[in-house]
């Protein structure tokens, strides 16, 4: 038995009207119910809808719901969100697998691969992936947009999802930088030009203030995932410098930057703004999507530790002039102590681990559950 085969109730409601875009209602619960397996999998099927370019339809939005009149006839189309799809395709089959349901594991494996091919194909804009395409089928995120001419959630999750050509990626993340990372105010734009007064119309995203949130400021969350796709990339530096240009206590060391920056430098904010006059300003704070992701991104991606079921790793993606670093890590009554040693100045991999003074024959660390004190060595290659 696993929390999959738990019994599940679903919610009811009467389906929108052709001229209802959203409702705010409570839905009914049914008596009828599946296993959460059984779940996930109509969530999935209902991410499988496609239009004319193959890619997923954007709907009333994707991650940015703000974009909510891209699709709204109901043919628009989501290049970011076929990324996002590959990815969630790839780390549920291994769960169909074991669920022993070949069928979906085979037709979400034939999906992966036409939706691929369909990005590379519709998705390119010749230097970076363009965003998505409206229902008359103009493209958004293109360089023959006045505004919104890239846009970074299309960069980063072709290098997350692991399903972009090498050299896409590099020509992509090129472009990224030249763009949308502005290093002397410390911040990583979600999208340029922002909307104002062209004709697109991509919904309440163009409500904002150019430079202000979802339209062309730094929508943190986002740019957690830029940094955690150079991470992908094996390049620790440009993570490393990334990650320590988006981090909040770096626009408060002095009280010029204080008076910029204008709110906490202990939590990470929502937004920073990107336009004249309050370029650097802090947005909303206390937002835990964009913390939750800073964290993952410095511990996993950065810092390399990953646990699995029964052990954990060490990954590094380093800046490579750390020589070494420590980790402390407790698991139950267990205590870890973990350096990683970097001789060799580089960004990347691991040569050998010793648990205790003992070479492991794997790169995987058994989690004890002994209640003693283990020391931990990592060599970098």
Known sequence: WSILDEQVSFLDDDPLGPDEHDRYKVPRVTEEKADIYNHCIRAIRRAMRFGKHGLPLIGGGDWNDGMDKVGIEGKGESVWLGWFLISSLKSFIPVCEKKGDHENANAFRKTIEDLTA????????????????????????????????????????????????????????????????????????????????????????KGYVPGVRENGGQYTHAAAWTVLAFAKQGDGDKAHSLYYLINPINHTKTGLEINKYKVEPYVMAADVYAVHPHTGRGGWTWYTGSAAWMYRVGIEAILGFRLNANSFTIEPCINRDWDKYEIKYTYRETSYNIIVYNKNRVCTGVDYIKLDGNKLSQKEVPLLADGKDHQVEVFMA
């Open 118 to 205: 369909a990005i590379e194909k519709y998705g390119w804009d010749g230097g970076w992936y363009r965003r998505a395409f409206f229902d008359d089928g103009t493209p958004l995120g293109s360089e023959k947009n006045e505004e919104c001419s890239i846009d970074s959630i299309s960069q980063s999750w072709a290098v997350i999802s692991g399903a972009a050509k090498q050299q896409r990626i590099t020509e992509a993340l090129r472009s990224l930088e030249n763009h949308l990372i502005d290093a002397e105010n410390g911040i990583i734009k979600l999208l340029s030009p922002p909307f104002h007064i062209s004709h697109l119309e991509p919904g309440y995203i």
